[in-house]
C-alpha cells in the first residue's frame, strides 16, 4: 500500500469518524396537544411514565409507541412537575404551588395516596431523586430564608422535613426551579446534591457528613437565570461520582449561550465553563453513556461526547425534559404542548 493511499484512508476516516460520532437524533412519538410535560421518569427501555399540568399523567409500556393516560382524579388542576416511577403501577408525583402536594399509587394509577401536604403560604415544591428507588429526597423553594428539604426511606410513602437548621442559607432571592424536576441529585447513600439559579447561582454538595456551597459560573442576579438540572457520572453506582455538568442560563433569552452550563470533575469542588457551551437555554441534563450527554431547553436539545466540554445541536425543536433509563439505554423526551420523543442513538 503506498503513500498515496494510506493518506487517502486516514483522510477519509478522520471525515467518518466525526459523522459516526454525532450520529443521535430524535424520532418523535404521539404528542398529547395541550399539556406541558415537565415529569419523566422512565424505568426501562419500554416502560415510561410523564407527569404535567392540568393533572394529567401518561404511561407507555411498550417504549412510547402508545400512552395510558390517567388524570388524577380530584386534582385535575394541579400541575405535576415531577414524577418518579418504580414499575408499571407504583409512582409517586408532585404538585407545584400551593398547597405543596406529593402523591403515590399502587395501582397504575386508579387510586392516588396523598402522602405529604404542606399548606405553608410560599410553599413551591420543584424536584425529587431517589436512591435504589427507596432512599429519596425533596426540594422546594426557601421559605422565610430556609431551604425546604424532605427525606423518605421507603419509596415515597411516608416523607419527613430536614431540619432547615443543619442545612446552609440561602441568600435573598436564590431558589430552585421546577423546570424538569432535575436540580437534586442524590450521590450515593445520605450524600446529595443540589443546585439553584435566581439572584445567585450555587451547588450545595453534601457527602460524608461535610457539607459546602460553591459559586456556579452560570448567568444569574435575575429570577429567570442560573442553573436548571444537575446531572451526576455513575450517581446511585459510583460510591464518590467526581464528573457533574450542570445546565441552565436565561429562560427569558432562551437562544442564548451565555453562561448556560458547568462542568466540574473533582466532585463539585471547582467548576468551568465549557469550550463549546449548549446552544441556548437549557432545562435538562442527563448522561447517557460514559462521557455522553444530552441536554434540553425550549430552543432546542444538544449533545456532548466529552463530558460537557463540547456541545452540539440536533434539534431546534423544544423539550423541557430529558431522561435515560435506569435500566436500558432508551433516552426519552417530553415538553410543551405534550410534545415528547426518544434518542436514536
Not at 442560563?249 to 463549546?276: L, Y
Amino acid at each position: 500500500m503506498n503513500t498515496r493511499t494510506i493518506s487517502y484512508i486516514v483522510y477519509t476516516l478522520l471525515l467518518v469518524l466525526p459523522l459516526c460520532a454525532f450520529s443521535q437524533h430524535l424520532d418523535t412519538l404521539q404528542p398529547k396537544p395541550g399539556i406541558s410535560f415537565r415529569g419523566l421518569s422512565v424505568v426501562n427501555n419500554r416502560l415510561l411514565w410523564v407527569s404535567g399540568n392540568k393533572g394529567t399523567v401518561g404511561r407507555s409500556t411498550d417504549g412510547g409507541k402508545s400512552f395510558s393516560w390517567i388524570p388524577v382524579k380530584g386534582y385535575e388542576k394541579r400541575d405535576f412537575r415531577d414524577i418518579e416511577a418504580f414499575d408499571v403501577v407504583t409512582a409517586v408525583i408532585m404538585a407545584v404551588d400551593s398547597p405543596g402536594l406529593i402523591l403515590h399509587t399502587h395501582d397504575g394509577g386508579e387510586t392516588w395516596q396523598q402522602v405529604y401536604r404542606d399548606n405553608r403560604s410560599g410553599i413551591f415544591l420543584d424536584a425529587m431523586d431517589f436512591w435504589k428507588d427507596k432512599q429519596g429526597m425533596a426540594i422546594g423553594d426557601p421559605i422565610g430564608g430556609k431551604t425546604v428539604l424532605l427525606s423518605t426511606g421507603d419509596a415515597g410513602e411516608h416523607w419527613t422535613a430536614i431540619s432547615p437548621e443543619i442545612l446552609p442559607k440561602p441568600d435573598s432571592g436564590e431558589a430552585c426551579f421546577a423546570s424538569s424536576g432535575t436540580n437534586i441529585k442524590i450521590l450515593s447513600k445520605n450524600n446529595f446534591a443540589f443546585v439553584t439559579g435566581g439572584l445567585k447561582s450555587r451547588a450545595f454538595i453534601h457527602r460524608d457528613n461535610h457539607d459546602y456551597w460553591v459559586d456556579l459560573p452560570l448567568v444569574q442576579k435575575a429570577n429567570s437565570t442560573g442553573a436548571n438540572s444537575l446531572a451526576i457520572k455513575g450517581s446511585g453506582r459510583t460510591k464518590n461520582p467526581r464528573h457533574m455538568v450542570v445546565v441552565g442560563g436565561d429562560f427569558t433569552h432562551d437562544s442564548s449561550r451565555a453562561g448556560n452550563a458547568a462542568i466540574t470533575s473533582d466532585a463539585g469542588r471547582t467548576w468551568a465553563v465549557p469550550e463549546e457551551p449548549p446552544f441556548g437555554y437549557r432545562s435538562s441534563v442527563t448522561y447517557i453513556k460514559g462521557k455522553k450527554l444530552i441536554a434540553c431547553g425550549t430552543s432546542g436539545v444538544d449533545v456532548s461526547s466529552d463530558g460537557g466540554r463540547h456541545w452540539r445541536n440536533i434539534s431546534k425543536t423544544g423539550y423541557h425534559v430529558c431522561q435515560r433509563s435506569k435500566d436500558g439505554k432508551a433516552v426519552y423526551l417530553a415538553g410543551g404542548n405534550g410534545r415528547m420523543a426518544v434518542l436514536n442513538w
